[in-house]
């Protein structure tokens, strides 16, 4: 990639639909304190989106209404915050329009899953890498569908990746809060685990791989991959703004305190809640148990070396 200048690297924004967590415009209460509860003679459905349809806090941030408000509101605050962001979506056209738009802001990626996109195939990849369309594959949205890293489907995959020098993003981690209840029914818990990255890590050990979401709540397996691989790197993703921030602070500066500082990257993972962004950067920037190099290094630093940028 050509180097590039920006205080801060977001390596997980996604392209999307204003609709695509459900009709805006939704309301996401920040910080979140408890998560929806499920009555089983009830709708999980109804009550989950009931929780963004009716905002509690000070902080709520709003959907916009529009696909154009989205993507201009999030390419706005990218602007002023002077932030360069691996942009995904699982439309190449989607993508495209946004980097139309703010070239210098975007760096095209894609997003898949096994189950989901079979019609997207590694000679796909290839073909829009040397078009210069794709610089990441990601996010990885496999475990929404069941699909375990080590599956042979998604093999071709990383053998092209690593031959091409393309990072994977890959969702190791929660999804939102009840996703089996929410039409996702092969997600499982035990996906999350990040010990289920490593027979692919072993097999193809120049990729270039970051486990999405930290694995939370993986704590220890987490800390044993990174430990074993040193390739590997996380990036903070949905939990630094949808989990209670206590519960972020523990989980990260127990990545920190383990030596591992330097393989932690900023993701925003911003959906449809282009606020979220910023306040993702302040869960980083309000961390007392981080130095000033320390933030500097997972808000830009580390993205920059791991993207080679």
Known sequence: MSPISASIIDVHVHAMAADDQGPPPLSFDLPVEEFPVLDPRGSYEDAFMG????????????????????????????????????????????????????????????AFAVGRDDDFTPDD???????GELAVLGEVANQYYGVEPNDERFEPYLAVCEELDIPIGIHVGPGPPGSPYLGWESYRARL?????????????????????????????????????????????????????????HRYLRALVEAGFSRRIMFGSDNMVW????????????????????????????????????
């Open 51 to 110: 929780w963004f349809k009716e905002p509690r806090g000070d902080r709520a941030v709003r959907s916009p209404l529009t696909d154009d408000e989205l993507r201009d509101q999030t390419l706005e605050i990218m602007e002023r915050r002077n932030i360069v962001g691996v942009v995904s979506g699982f439309t190449q056209e989607r993508v495209a329009d946004w980097r139309s738009r703010a070239p210098d802001r975007v760096i095209p990626a894609r």
């Open 125 to 131: 990849v290839r073909r829009l890498h040397a078009a």
């Open 192 to 248: 999350q685990s990040p010990l289920l990255l490593e027979e692919p890590l072993l097999r193809h050990p120049r990729l270039r791989r970051y486990a999405m979401h930290a694995g939370w709540p993986m704590l220890d397996d987490m800390l044993a991959m990174l430990y074993v691989h040193p390739q590997l790197h996380v990036d903070t993703g949905v939990i630094a703004f949808a989990l209670p921030r206590p519960e972020f």
């Open 274 to 309: 282009p606020g979220a962004i910023e306040y993702a950067i302040e869960s980083i920037e309000a961390a007392d148990f981080l130095t000033d190099e320390q933030k500097r290094a997972i808000l830009h630093d580390n993205a920059a070396r791991f993207l080679r940028l």
